[in-house]
């Protein structure tokens, strides 16, 4: 088990995801989408396909990117609305 404080972000590689922490990198088999449905929503979220972002983490928002931990993260059109609603932007 991971402490979901210690998570920056979750990252999708094919087969498996790494989930990046504070710490260490961690790779399991499995899909963002499994891993997505299983983090809590008010912390969490999806900025794209491959990444889920720990909404406390983030350091930096541009246009199309967002930074955790000097981690240049991007952010999908589809997500991009949903991440500034989260956070209050909109």
């Known amino acids: 088990r991971v402490p979901l404080d210690s998570i920056l972000y979750v990252e999708n590689a094919g ?20 891993i997505d449905e299983r983090l809590p929503k008010s912390k969490f979220l999806k900025v794209h396909r491959s990444y889920i972002v720990n909404l406390e983490k983030i350091k930096d928002i541009e246009e199309t990117n967002l930074v955790i931990d000097r981690k240049v993260i991007p952010i999908s059109r589809a997500h991009k609305n949903s991440l500034l609603s989260q956070l209050n932007l909109l």
């Open 15 to 34: 087969d498996y995801v790494c989930i990046q922490t504070t710490y260490a990198k961690h790779i399991i088999y499995g899909t963002i989408r499994g």
